[in-house]
């Protein structure tokens, strides 16, 4: 069965310090969404991706994140400079369609800054 | 804006018991809405949805959830708990009325299923 994946599964960092999250969505899918989970916290939505450009996006993605699908199987999250309060497992989603489509969520990438 | 309301952060129930997770929604419309089971150290997985025509949806492992709107409530029920059902279950909504339809799951902060033997 198709699934998303991510990598890596855990990223230590220093803080100031850029990373790079990597997803593969499932490949006939057309939307593409990152979420975060600070610990003990709910599922928050940082922003979703179609057509090769940000759909939507929530405050929490701020000018420090960005995203881009650089060929036809990565969906990347880039955070230029992290802060302490980046650390959390951050999700990657994909979807065949939106609206009342499910979205398949990824293992996720559990953040840490140091 | 909508919002996800999961009442109990723990819920306690014996093998064999019924469970029931409580969901409520605030939002201008009637939402998508969905469950999702997040099982320790992996990712989400749906469990059921909503969206349109029956109210009363069945899901995976036997699960169900009924949308009732004079409510604004979905909760999530299962006749008889059994041990792999301990987890973490979330519920989200998304709102069927933005445009482009690529909308990001609003979520509610979760509840921890802990089955007693």
């Known amino acids: 069965e198709p699934e998303v994946t991510q990598t890596p599964s855990h990223q230590v960092t220093q803080m100031g310090q850029e990373v790079i999250l990597r997803c593969v969505p499932i490949s006939n899918h057309l939307y593409f969404y990152w979420y975060r989970q600070i610990l003990g916290q709910k599922v928050e939505f940082l922003v979703s991706?179609?057509?090769?450009?940000?759909?939507?996006k929530s405050e929490i993605f701020d000018d420090q994140f960005s995203v881009e699908r650089p060929d036809g199987s990565n969906f990347t999250l880039k955070i230029r400079s992290t802060k302490l309060e980046d650390s959390a497992m951050y999700f990657c989603a994909s979807s065949p369609a939106g609206g009342s489509y499910e979205q398949y969520f990824g293992p996720g990438t559990r953040l840490t800054v140091t | 804006a909508q919002s996800v309301t999961q009442l109990g952060s723990h819920v306690s129930v014996s093998e064999g018991a019924l469970v029931l997770l409580r969901c409520n929604y605030s939002s201008s419309v009637p939402p998508y809405l969905f469950w999702y089971v997040q099982y320790p150290n992996q990712g989400l997985q749906l469990l059921l949805k909503?969206?349109?025509?029956?109210?009363l949806v069945k899901g995976i492992n036997g699960f169900e959830a009924e949308f009732k709107k004079s409510e604004t409530s979905f909760h999530l029920t299962k006749p008889s708990a059994h041990m792999s059902d301990a987890a973490e279950y979330f519920c989200?909504?998304?709102?069927?009325?933005?445009?482009?339809?690529?909308?990001?799951?609003?979520f509610g902060k979760g509840t921890h299923l802990i089955i007693q033997p």
């Open positions: 989200a909504v998304s709102d069927p009325d933005s445009g482009g339809g690529a909308d990001g799951l609003t």
């Open positions: 991706f179609y057509n090769n450009e940000i759909s939507e």
């Open positions: 909503y969206t349109t025509g029956a109210t």
